[in-house]
Each structure stands twice: as C-alpha cells, then as structure tokens.
T-cell receptor, first 116, second 114 residues
C-alpha cells in the first residue's frame, strides 16, 4: 500500500451504534489530520495530531473521539451520531520539520458515512 | 477569523478554452497557499503551492497560480484546458503563525466539454 489509506470506504450506522474509522499513512509523515467534507461546504478540519500528540481540536462534538497510537495510524471513534454527521471523512498526513513547516497534505480516499 | 473565498462554484468550459479560478483569503500575515484538485473518483491531491519567492507558481499538468499579496488573491490559471481537467478544485490557506490549521475554500467544480 502506498500513500494514505482509509477503511472502511463506506459506512452506514444507526444513531445508537459505535464504530471506528481507520487511517494509515505509508509516507513516514509525522502529522495526521481528520477532516469532514459535507456537500456544498468547505472542508472542515476536525483534529490534528503531530508526533502523536493532539495539537488541534476544532470544536468538534464529543461524539467524535480521535486516537493516534503511533505516527502511522489514526482512528476516529464514533458514538451516538446524528444524521447531520453524515459526510465524507477524510484523513490526511504531512511531514513537518522544525523551521520548515509546509503543511502540504496528502489525503486518503475518505470514508463515506451515513447515519440513519 | 481566517476565511477562503472561491468565486465560482461551477464552471463549464470547452476544450482549449482558458481557465482562471478565483481565490481570495482573509488574513494579513504570512501565508502558505495551495490549490488542491479532486478528479472524479480520486483522492484530493496537491496541484501547486506557494510558500515564498516568485509569486507565479507553476504546478502539475500545466497549471499555474499567481499570488498577489495586495489583493489577498491566489488565482489558478491554465491557458488551454483539456477534458481530463474535469475535477473539483480547492484553494487552501495556511497562516504560518496558525500552526497546523489550513483553511479550505468551498471548491469549484470544473466541467470541460470535449
């Protein structure tokens, strides 16, 4: 596998379910991101992890819980979601060096989430 | 708060037509600027980027963008589009003092007629 992979690609869940989205980057990067992409809205940054520490939490409801066990893996744990949470969830990674932070991101294919 | 505005939500062009997609941002400090593209069924990928130096930036597939600091703009151009340029294009801005937070525009859907 190369680049950034995400599983599952599609997920349908009820409002009382608990599920997790998985992201894996094979690029040796040290920062990982979760974004939400809804129809006709800009990409919304949800969380950022740098060197496995959360550095951004963009006012995301607590029903979304991120986890970054190592620099290659990122999870988004979902519980008691609402129908308005239906969207494409994108994972990205970047390589940030001290003094040379470009924030150029590499994206995965996304997980299409439908909450019923 | 920072924001990014893309002027056109949908653009339809014939092959060989010239393209210019507008992007304006609101932030007065030093910025990194990006254009990302999402081809049908594919990942978002970087088209080009500006960090410093020459404000005219060349990217892949014949695309270029010009950073005009006084206008807070970073418009994307291509002299002659092809059918394969049909995609959604996203402008993005990162304020260098803002850490990892990159703000994306709402995107412009380009359809090129063969």
């Amino acid at each position: 596998e190369t680049g950034v992979t995400q599983t599952p690609r599609h997920l349908v869940m009820g409002m009382t379910n608990k599920k997790s989205l998985k992201c894996e980057q094979h690029l040796g990067h040290n920062a990982m991101y979760w974004y939400k992409q809804s129809a006709k809205k800009p990409l919304e940054l949800m969380f950022v992890y740098s060197l496995e520490e959360r550095v951004e939490n963009n006012s995301v409801p607590s029903r979304f819980s991120p986890e970054c066990p190592n620099s290659s893996h990122l999870f988004l744990h979902l519980h008691t979601l609402q129908p308005e949470d239906s969207a494409l969830y994108l994972c990205a990674s970047s390589q940030e060096l001290a003094g040379d932070r470009s924030y150029e991101q590499y994206f995965g294919p996304g997980t299409r989430l439908t909450v019923t | 708060a920072q924001s990014v505005s893309q002027h056109n939500h949908h653009v339809i062009l014939s092959e060989a037509a010239s393209l210019e997609l507008g992007c304006n941002y609101s932030y007065g400090g030093t910025v990194n600027l990006f254009w990302y593209v999402q081809y049908p069924g594919q990942h978002l990928q970087l088209l080009l980027k500006y960090f410093s130096g020459d404000p005219l930036v060349k990217g892949i597939k014949g695309f270029e963008a010009e950073f005009i600091k006084s206008k807070f703009s970073f418009n994307l151009r291509k002299p002659s589009v092809q059918w394969s340029d049909t995609a959604e294009y996203f402008c993005a801005v990162n304020a260098r003092t803002g850490g990892f937070k990159t703000i994306f525009g709402a995107g412009t859907r380009l359809f090129v007629k063969a």
